[in-house]
């Protein structure tokens, strides 16, 4: 790999190199012109059987009734046309508020940047939870697991060694690694799969399906009933002329001339109140569809909640700390639980922050979070608790990590001549050795709904650990720390704060 590429790339380079092959971003589906949107509005099977019934109304020589069913296929259409436009546009300002980061090493440092800044060569750091913004080959990878099923239809994750290539849309189910951009926007595989699914047709609604087929129905009945009243009129002996004025004045009056204008009122007063409760409906018949659904399934974090964590307590076995303060920023109000407690407490919010990735900065006097919220909250706990974390970070490097593992639900991280090891309750304390106090208060913190980590460290053992488990030997805890996601004021606590014990965990 060249030299410059496994430095990563400057800031200018990345800049050149995006304005160059263009920005990072899936192409845009063909969006059919304006005229042939509009054109679909008069075209469709109602609106032709209503143009029939116009027509057929000036030749019997009612223009007063033509003229008015012309005019309410056009301000159907318009009002159609109008709603849909007015979807799409909402649907462009949501993707444009919802940006997609990722980290990158620029510069010679590690970056968040937008995903679609993302260039060839590149250097992506990723970790388990992220999602690959770019075609991109591993360069080192740290049990690694990669979910593909997007791409491949494989539902089990799999293992993903150096060298081996990281498709844009994957997810990293498992572990870490950095990788070297070699493909981005419509030179992705995903971008080809986006192609495909862009060139299907998109399939008729149930409502519409119904639709068509009542305007059939009431068509041919009213065909139907023309040509009988037609019939009859010659069998009693009246001119033809007259039998034929005559059948299309009862074929028009049979016509629902209301009925359109009637249905898309309706629906477009469903896309209203759906839009009143934040529910985009970019084509109205989906209404009618979303109106039948019975469960909907949907992942909490970020879509119930802000996204946004907040550690509110931590737990030492010399002393506690119950901390009130808003988002990411360094200024919160402590409440010590005693005198000791703050040099341990201290202990705890080092070995914690230590054991993360994320990180908060400030950005035009707004503190923000880069990488998992949880992991940025505890690096804010530190600075609240007067923790240089940026120069803790520069000065103790983190020499080797073992990222979380689901099955073991803890990770750990070599700093100096220590490890340092967080994660569930249940999975740190036993490393420990008994510890009842820890273990009461770690189910009181979470039975009131906060999620817990437990943190503990070592001395390990002298000597680089190859694996997990030869790190985590001979570990003492360092105590436990209570995340939420939502700031609410409260008071100063007793510690330990009364509850019962939870029955799970919330990690």
Aim: glycine share 8%.
């Amino acid at each position: 790999m060249p030299a410059a590429t496994a430095n990563g790339l400057t800031t200018a380079e990345a800049v050149a190199r995006c304005a160059e092959h263009g920005p990072n971003r899936l192409p845009a589906p063909a969006r059919p012109s304006v005229a042939r949107r509009l054109g679909a509005e008069l075209t469709h099977f109602f609106a032709v059987m209503l143009w029939g019934a116009g027509v057929l109304a000036l030749i019997a020589g009612l223009p007063t009734l033509g003229i008015a069913i012309f005019a309410v296929i056009l301000l159907n259409a318009l009002f159609a046309f109008a709603q849909q436009t007015r979807a799409d546009h909402a649907a462009e300002r949501l993707r444009a508020m919802l940006p997609v980061q990722v980290s990158v090493w620029r510069d010679g440092r590690r970056q968040i940047v937008e995903a679609e800044e993302v260039v060839v060569d590149d250097v992506l750091l990723l970790e388990n939870g992220d999602r690959v913004p770019a075609d991109a080959v591993v360069t080192a990878a740290n049990r690694l697991l990669v979910d593909s099923s997007m791409l491949t239809g494989e539902s089990v994750a799999g293992a993903v060694r150096d060298g081996e290539v990281l498709y844009a849309g994957t997810f990293l189910v498992e572990g870490e690694a950095s990788a070297v951009v070699t493909a981005t926007g419509e030179q992705t595989r995903l971008a080809t799969i986006a192609k495909l699914t862009t060139s299907s047709a998109k399939p008729d609604t149930p409502l519409a399906r119904e639709l068509t087929q009542v305007v059939r129905f009431i068509a041919a009945i009213a065909l139907g009933v023309g040509v009988l009243f037609f019939l009859v009129m010659l069998l009693v002996g009246n001119p033809p002329q007259d039998g034929f004025i005559f059948a299309i004045g009862v074929t028009v009056a049979l016509v629902p001339e209301a009925l359109l204008p009637t249905v898309t009122l309706s629906l477009a007063w469903g896309a209203e109140q759906m839009a009143k409760r934040n529910v985009l409906v970019r084509r109205l018949e989906a209404v009618e569809t979303l109106g039948s659904t019975t469960f909907i399934c949907t992942d909490k974090t970020g879509t119930l909640t802000r996204n946004q964590m907040t550690v509110v307590e931590a737990w030492t076995p010399a002393g506690a700390v119950a901390v009130d303060g808003p988002g990411y920023g360094p200024d919160a109000d402590l409440a010590w639980s005693s005198t000791a407690a703050r040099e341990s407490c201290t202990a705890l919010a080092l070995a914690v922050m230590r054991c993360s990735t994320g990180y908060v900065l400030e950005v035009d006097g707004q503190w923000q979070a880069h990488g998992d919220p949880m992991e940025a909250a505890l690096d804010a706990f530190a600075r609240r608790l007067g923790i240089d974390t940026d120069s803790d970070r520069r000065s103790r490097p983190v020499q080797l990590r073992f990222p979380i593992d689901p099955r073991r639900r803890r990770m750990s991280v070599v700093v100096g001549d220590g490890v340092v090891v967080k994660g569930a309750p249940d999975s740190v304390l036993p490393l420990c050795g008994s510890d009842p106090p820890a273990l009461a208060t770690a189910h009181a913190m979470a039975e009131r709904g906060l999620r817990v980590l437990a943190v503990a460290a070592g001395s390990g053992g002298g000597h680089p650990p190859r694996t997990p488990d030869e790190a985590e030997q001979d570990l003492h805890l360092v105590g436990v720390v209570a995340c939420r996601t939502r700031r609410v004021k409260t008071s100063p606590r007793r510690w330990p704060p009364a509850g019962r014990q939870a029955s799970r965990w919330r990690w």
